[in-house]
């Protein structure tokens, strides 16, 4: 069932994708009127003129292009905005991407299955556990691999605990962006209590590289029931407080409420998903719409907004955390037993003790991990609800160990469209808050 943000939010029913979705018309325009600045750097250096000789008098009083970003500490990374203003409003903008090209995409190509999760992770960094998830889906797809029961429950355990993480992120920096320095320290206290989880079972606090094709790399580690269990007591109180200090908070609603707004039909026209396709009203979460792991056996709310504005993006992102908590209590209860990764030796290395027993067994660890698997010719798409909407993995195979072609759908490149959108007409303060509320990781924008 689709659930409401907040009761700041509750004059007008939510939208469950069948009813009036507005007009994608202002999005759609390709005239002057567009709010998507169309202008190529030399074009816009000719415009600005000789910076030792700039314009004085009344052509001083026009319209100016301003760069913001790509080393704004508001632009979330390394974004850069070029904005055509009048005074302080923003007329039109443009995202410029590329600063942190990686070029993981094309690496893929020269990595095995095994060693494909190593480098997706380092995509979205806030939620890496969600890109490891859609490539191991896309190559078990390719594989026919049916995985163990007890490996599709911890990837929900762990998957959901990512998205707490992440959205306890976004709470630090939105709070930042709008001058509530209080809680981006809260936001990122709550959020090292997670990573420590994330530790304890992967390793690592970041870039686990932990959902591996078949499973997950380990098994959980003992009294990791505790340590959920104490998440679990410890961040629903913290939540409540962050309404006190900003969901009733008079200024932090003024900065956010009407700011950014987007209309369903405009979202979809975009190509938006996530929280900024649900602040519209449009009920669409694909562990819902399209279940894919265990998400049909739990259940959960798809929370939307009304007004598709900042202070929704916001809501949304504060009752999920809450709505993935819940998730993870019935996952405490319906943890199955059994094996963690699946018992195929083709897929799978042999248990690290039989390695000293057995020559076959050293074999088949030398040849997984130096030649890799083969995997079926074919090609395929695996998609998953990351924090920040759908994240696919469309993945080709030639027959070989390694992909033929990989491609990522990352919510934050195709999120970033609506940028231009949102801020047209807007103050270049209310700029900042807009951003936020995109809540981009430009890591996984520049692949």
Not at 2 to 7: C, G
Not at 34 to 47: H, I, M, N, P
Not at 139 to 152: G, I, K, M, S, W
Request: proline share 7%; hydrophobic share 40%.
């Amino acid at each position: 069932m689709a659930k409401q943000a907040t009761d700041a939010v509750d004059d007008g029913p939510a939208d469950d994708g069948g009813g009036n979705l507005g007009s994608a018309e202002r999005v759609h325009r390709r005239d002057d009127s567009s709010a998507v600045l169309r202008l190529s750097e030399a074009e816009a250096a000719v415009l600005v003129g000789d910076p030792d000789d700039p314009p004085t008098g009344d052509v001083a009083d026009q319209r100016m292009i301003l760069n913001m970003g790509p080393a704004h500490p508001s632009t979330h990374g390394v974004l850069r905005l070029m904005l055509e203003m009048e005074g302080e409003t923003i007329l039109r903008s443009k995202p410029v991407i590329g600063y942190l090209h990686t070029g993981m995409e094309k690496t893929a190509e020269d990595l095995t299955y095994l060693q494909g999760p190593t480098n997706v992770t380092r995509m979205d960094y806030a939620a890496p556990l969600f890109s490891e998830l859609a490539f191991c889906m896309a190559v078990e797809q390719l594989l026919d691999l049916e995985v163990p029961p007890r490996a599709t429950w911890i990837r929900m355990l762990m998957c959901e605990l990512n998205r707490v993480s992440s959205h306890l992120l976004f709470q630090a920096t939105n709070g930042m962006d709008l001058g509530a320095v209080s809680m981006m320290i809260y936001g990122w206290r709550e959020r090292e209590e997670v990573l420590r989880f994330f530790e304890n079972v992967t390793g690592l606090r970041m870039n686990h590289n932990y959902i591996r094709p078949g499973g997950v790399a380990a098994d959980l580690p003992d009294g990791w029931q505790a340590d959920v269990e104490r998440l679990l007591e410890l961040i629903p109180p913290r939540l409540d407080e962050y309404d006190t200090l900003l969901t009733g908070q008079p200024i932090f609603r003024g900065r956010l409420q009407g700011v950014g707004v987007l209309t369903p039909a405009e979202a979809l026209a975009l190509s938006a998903t996530g929280p900024i396709l649900r602040s519209t009203g449009y009920a669409w979460d694909l562990r819902r719409d399209q279940p894919y792991l265990a998400y049909e056996e739990v259940d959960f709310d798809v929370i939307v907004g009304t007004h598709g504005d900042s202070f929704d993006r916001y809501a949304i992102r504060l009752n999920e955390i809450r709505e993935s908590l819940r998730i993870v209590e019935q996952i405490l209860d319906l943890m199955p037993a059994g094996d963690y990764r699946v018992q195929d030796k083709k897929v799978t290395p042999p248990p690290r003790a039989r390695i000293d027993e057995s020559m076959e067994a050293l074999i088949h660890h030398f040849k997984i991990f130096t030649e890799g698997f083969h995997v079926p010719e074919g090609e395929t798409y695996a998609a998953v609800e990351s924090p920040r909407g759908e994240l696919g993995c469309y993945l080709v195979s030639d027959g070989g160990p390694k992909p033929y072609r990989m491609h990522i759908r990352g919510p934050s490149f195709v999120n970033l469209q609506t940028l231009p959108h949102l801020m047209e007409g807007g103050l270049i303060a209310d700029g900042v808050a807009v951003i936020s509320s995109v809540d981009p990781i430009m890591g996984e924008v520049d692949r």
